[in-house]
Nanobody, 116 residues
Framework: QVQLVESGGGLVQPGGSLRLSCAAS????????MGWYRQAPGKQRELVAT???????SYADSVKGRFAISRDHAKRTVALQMNSLKPEDTAVYYC??????????WGQGTQVTVSS
């Protein structure tokens, strides 16, 4: 059983910052990708940022230059530093993990609301 536990969501004003964290636990032999997706009301879930085991990163165009993903491979954690937040960043953010057996796992989601 694999679990992803997220923390760090909340309410922030436009221009503010938040840091999301996610920790993986359970029987995972090896992790290929960890990252973050988000889903806003009425929209499809979309990629925000991911990082491979080799530290290659991928970002949505809308967050480039504002968000930064980091991983601790030994601790099986991933974090997302979000700066210069905009109202359009409001969404439920989900932690994501893909292992080398091509099995994927999702966290329960954490709400991020950007509003004045």
């Amino acid at each position: 059983q694999v679990q992803l536990v997220e923390s760090g969501g909340g309410l922030v004003q436009p221009g503010g910052s938040l840091r999301l964290s996610c920790a993986a636990s359970g029987s995972i032999l090896s992790i290929y990708i960890m990252g973050w997706y988000r889903q806003a009301p009425g929209k499809q879930r979309e990629l925000v940022a991911t990082m491979t085991a080799a530290n290659a990163t991928s970002y949505a165009d809308s967050v480039k230059g504002r968000f930064a993903i980091s991983r601790d491979h030994a601790k099986r954690t991933v974090a997302l530093q979000m700066n210069s937040l905009k109202p359009e960043d409001t969404a439920v953010y989900y932690c994501y993990l893909l292992d080398y057996d091509n099995d994927d796992y999702w966290g329960q989601g954490t709400q991020v609301t950007v509003s004045s």
